[in-house]
C-alpha cells in the first residue's frame, strides 16, 4: 500500500465525505418538499412518492455490481463516473414537467449514488493504512448521520423561501468540485482483475435487493397498494433463495458469500444491520412526532432534530481515543446498548417536556451512533485483505439499504398497526410504542459483538489492554 503523506490522508477522508454528503443530503431533502413538487408538475404527493422508490431501487440494483466494476475500471475512475451520473440525474430532476420524467431522473440519480457510497468506502480503506482507519471512518460517516438531520429542514427552508428545483441545482457545483478534487487527490489504486461479471449473479442480486427494497418501500409508503409490496416482497425473497444456490455452485460470483464465514466480517454485518433499522426509523418518526403531535412545522421540528447532528460530529473526535482505550468489542456493545436505550427515552416525550431535555436526549444518541457506526464501519474492513475490499464494500452497502427500509417500514408498520387496532389517530402512545420496539431491535445490535476476542480489530483500533477474553 502507498505511503501516502499525512496531509493526503486528511484530505482524501474529506473529498469522499463531501460527495457521499451530496448523494445522503439528496436522499432525504425530497421527503419534505413532495406537496410542492406534486402541485408543480401536476400529480399527488403520494404518486410522486415512487420517485422515492425508485431511487432506492436502483441503488438495490446496482450496488451489488459497484465490487466488480471498481475492481475492472479503477475506483478513482468509477467515483468520478458516478458523481457525474448523480448530478446529471439531480439537473433531469430540475428540468421534469411529468411524473414519468421526474422517477426516470431520480431512478438515473440512484444509479450514482449507488457507485459514490461503496466505491468511496473502498477508496479510502485501500488508501488508508489500518492504523489511520477509525480515523477516517469517523469523517467517512458522518454524511451518513448528517444527511437525515440536515435534509428535511434545508428541503423546507429552499421549497419555502427558494424553489424546489434549488434542492437539485445545488449539487451542480458540488458535483464539479467532487470531480475535480478526486481527479487531483484520490489515489488511483488498481486491483487484481476481477474477471468477467457474473451476470446470472448480478440479475439475481438486483432482483432479490430490488425486490425486497421496493416492497418495503411499498408498504411503508403507500403509493401502491400494500398488497403490491408483500407480493414483491416475496419474489426479493425467492430470488435470494435462488441466489444463494448459484453463488455455492459458483467459483467466483457477484457476492460472495463466502466472507460470511470470517467471524469479524459476519459480527460487523449483523451488528450494522440490526442498528441500522433502529437509525432509519428514527429519523422517520421523530418528525411525525414533532409535527401530528407537538404541532410544530416542519422547519421547526428539523431544527429540533438536528441536535442528532451535533452529537455526530463532536464524536468524530473521540471515536479513536475511545477504541484505543476500550477495544472494538466493549465500544460496540456499549454504544449499541446506549443507541438504543436513548430511542427508547424518546417514548417519554409529550408536548411539555422542555425543548432542552429532548435535545439532550438527541445529543446523546447522535454521539451513540456515531461512535457505533464509525467503529463498526471500520471493523468490517479489520480482518480483510486488500483483494476482498471490494466484496466486503459491495455486501456493506447492499445490506444498509435493505437494513435502513427495513427500519422505516417498521416504524411505519408498528403506527398502521396501531391505528387499526385500537380505531384511533396518531397519538403520543402510538409512538411510544413505536420507539420502544425499534429500541429494542437496536439494542439486539450488541449481541453479535459480544462473542468476539476483546483482541479483535487490535490493528486498526489500537487497542492493546485486556486481550484475554
Same mark, same amino acid.
Given at each position: 500500500?502507498?505511503?501516502?503523506?499525512?496531509?493526503?490522508?486528511?484530505?482524501?477522508?474529506?473529498?469522499?465525505?463531501?460527495?457521499?454528503?451530496?448523494?445522503?443530503?439528496?436522499?432525504?431533502?425530497?421527503?419534505?418538499?413532495?406537496?410542492?413538487?406534486?402541485?408543480?408538475?401536476?400529480?399527488?404527493?403520494?404518486?410522486? =412518492?415512487?420517485?422515492?422508490?425508485?431511487?432506492?431501487? +436502483?441503488?438495490?440494483?446496482?450496488?451489488?455490481?459497484?465490487?466488480?466494476?471498481?475492481? &475492472?475500471?479503477?475506483? =478513482? !475512475?468509477?467515483?468520478?463516473?458516478?458523481?457525474?451520473? *448523480?448530478?446529471?440525474?439531480?439537473?433531469?430532476?430540475?428540468?421534469?414537467?411529468?411524473?414519468?420524467?421526474?422517477?426516470?431522473?431520480?431512478?438515473?440519480?440512484?444509479? #450514482?449514488? /449507488?457507485?459514490?457510497?461503496?466505491?468511496?468506502?473502498?477508496?479510502?480503506? !485501500?488508501?488508508?493504512?489500518?492504523?489511520?482507519?477509525?480515523?477516517?471512518?469517523?469523517?467517512?460517516?458522518?454524511?451518513?448521520?448528517?444527511?437525515? *438531520? *440536515?435534509?428535511?429542514?434545508?428541503?423546507?427552508?429552499?421549497?419555502?423561501?427558494?424553489?424546489?428545483?434549488?434542492?437539485?441545482?445545488?449539487?451542480?457545483?458540488?458535483?464539479?468540485?467532487?470531480?475535480?478534487?478526486?481527479?487531483?487527490?484520490?489515489?488511483?489504486?488498481?486491483?487484481?482483475?476481477?474477471?468477467?461479471?457474473?451476470?446470472?449473479?448480478?440479475?439475481?442480486?438486483?432482483?432479490?435487493?430490488?425486490?425486497?427494497?421496493?416492497?418495503?418501500?411499498? @408498504?411503508?409508503?403507500?403509493?401502491?397498494?400494500?398488497?403490491?409490496?408483500?407480493?414483491?416482497?416475496?419474489?426479493?425473497?425467492?430470488?435470494?433463495?435462488?441466489?444463494?444456490?448459484?453463488? !455455492?455452485?459458483?467459483? =467466483?460470483?457477484?457476492?460472495?458469500?463466502?466472507?460470511?464465514?470470517?467471524?469479524?466480517?459476519?459480527?460487523?454485518?449483523?451488528?450494522?444491520?440490526?442498528?441500522?433499522?433502529?437509525?432509519?426509523?428514527?429519523?422517520?418518526?421523530?418528525?411525525?412526532?414533532?409535527?401530528?403531535?407537538?404541532?410544530?412545522?416542519?422547519?421547526?421540528?428539523?431544527?429540533?432534530?438536528?441536535?442528532?447532528?451535533?452529537?455526530?460530529?463532536?464524536?468524530? *473526535?473521540?471515536?479513536?481515543?475511545?477504541? =484505543?482505550?476500550?477495544?472494538?468489542?466493549?465500544?460496540?456493545?456499549?454504544?449499541?446498548?446506549?443507541? #438504543?436505550?436513548?430511542?427508547?427515552?424518546?417514548?417519554?416525550?409529550?408536548?411539555?417536556?422542555?425543548?432542552?431535555?429532548?435535545?439532550?436526549?438527541?445529543?446523546?444518541?447522535?454521539?451513540?451512533?456515531?461512535?457505533?457506526?464509525? $467503529?463498526?464501519?471500520?471493523?468490517?474492513?479489520?480482518?480483510?485483505?486488500?483483494?476482498? /475490499?471490494?466484496? /466486503?464494500?459491495?455486501?456493506?452497502?447492499?445490506?444498509?439499504?435493505?437494513?435502513?427500509?427495513?427500519?422505516?417500514?417498521?416504524?411505519?408498520?408498528?403506527?398502521?398497526?396501531?391505528?387499526?387496532?385500537?380505531?384511533?389517530?396518531?397519538?403520543?402512545?402510538?409512538?411510544?410504542?413505536?420507539?420502544?420496539? @425499534? $429500541?429494542? @431491535?437496536?439494542?439486539? +445490535?450488541?449481541?453479535?459483538?459480544?462473542?468476539?476476542? !476483546?483482541?479483535?480489530?487490535?490493528?486498526?483500533?489500537?487497542? &492493546?489492554?485486556?486481550?484475554?477474553?
Amino acid at each position: 500500500m502507498p505511503a501516502w503523506s499525512r496531509p493526503l490522508n486528511r484530505i482524501l477522508p474529506l473529498i469522499l465525505a463531501v460527495a457521499l454528503f451530496m448523494e445522503q443530503m439528496d436522499s432525504t431533502v425530497i421527503a419534505t418538499s413532495l406537496p410542492a413538487i406534486a402541485a408543480d408538475i401536476g400529480t399527488s404527493p403520494i404518486a410522486l =412518492k415512487l420517485a422515492l422508490t425508485a431511487y432506492f431501487v +436502483a441503488l438495490a440494483i446496482f450496488i451489488p455490481v459497484s465490487g466488480w466494476m471498481a475492481d &475492472r475500471y479503477g475506483a =478513482k !475512475r468509477i467515483f468520478r463516473i458516478a458523481i457525474a451520473i *448523480f448530478v446529471a440525474g439531480s439537473l433531469a430532476c430540475a428540468g421534469a414537467g411529468t411524473l414519468t420524467e421526474f422517477v426516470a431522473a431520480r431512478f438515473l440519480q440512484g444509479m #450514482g449514488g /449507488a457507485m459514490m457510497t461503496p466505491v468511496g468506502r473502498l477508496l479510502l480503506v !485501500r488508501a488508508t493504512p489500518k492504523a489511520d482507519l477509525v480515523r477516517a471512518m469517523a469523517w467517512l460517516t458522518i454524511p451518513a448521520l448528517l444527511g437525515p *438531520f *440536515f435534509g428535511p429542514p434545508l428541503g423546507g427552508f429552499i421549497t419555502t423561501y427558494a424553489s424546489w428545483h434549488w434542492i437539485f441545482i445545488i449539487n451542480l457545483p458540488i458535483g464539479v468540485a467532487g470531480i475535480l478534487l478526486s481527479g487531483r487527490y484520490l489515489p488511483d489504486i488498481r486491483a487484481a482483475a476481477p474477471g468477467e461479471i457474473d451476470w446470472r449473479g448480478f440479475a439475481l442480486a438486483g432482483l432479490a435487493a430490488s425486490g425486497v427494497v421496493f416492497g418495503l418501500s411499498v @408498504v411503508s409508503l403507500p403509493a401502491l397498494p400494500p398488497m403490491v409490496g408483500v407480493a414483491t416482497i416475496a419474489g426479493g425473497l425467492a430470488a435470494s433463495l435462488l441466489y444463494l444456490r448459484h453463488a !455455492r455452485a459458483t467459483p =467466483k460470483p457477484l457476492l460472495d458469500l463466502r466472507m460470511l464465514e470470517n467471524k469479524t466480517f459476519r459480527a460487523s454485518i449483523a451488528g450494522l444491520t440490526l442498528f441500522r433499522i433502529g437509525s432509519g426509523a428514527t429519523p422517520f418518526l421523530l418528525p411525525l412526532l414533532f409535527q401530528l403531535v407537538f404541532g410544530l412545522n416542519p422547519f421547526q421540528s428539523g431544527l429540533i432534530t438536528f441536535a442528532g447532528a451535533g452529537g455526530a460530529l463532536i464524536m468524530k *473526535f473521540l471515536a479513536a481515543p475511545l477504541l =484505543k482505550t476500550f477495544g472494538f468489542r466493549s465500544a460496540l456493545a456499549v454504544s449499541a446498548l446506549a443507541g #438504543g436505550g436513548l430511542i427508547a427515552a424518546a417514548a417519554l416525550f409529550t408536548p411539555q417536556t422542555p425543548y432542552l431535555g429532548i435535545l439532550a436526549v438527541l445529543l446523546a444518541g447522535g454521539l451513540a451512533r456515531s461512535l457505533f457506526f464509525t $467503529s463498526a464501519n471500520a471493523l468490517v474492513f479489520a480482518d480483510i485483505d486488500d483483494a476482498a /475490499a471490494s466484496q /466486503a464494500t459491495a455486501m456493506t452497502s447492499v445490506t444498509q439499504q435493505i437494513s435502513i427500509a427495513l427500519g422505516v417500514a417498521l416504524a411505519g408498520g408498528i403506527l398502521e398497526a396501531y391505528t387499526a387496532l385500537s380505531g384511533e389517530t396518531l397519538d403520543a402512545t402510538s409512538f411510544a410504542i413505536a420507539f420502544v420496539i @425499534v $429500541s429494542l @431491535v437496536t439494542m439486539s +445490535a450488541a449481541i453479535p459483538f459480544l462473542g468476539l476476542d !476483546r483482541a479483535t480489530g487490535q490493528s486498526v483500533s489500537g487497542h &492493546r489492554r485486556g486481550v484475554a477474553r
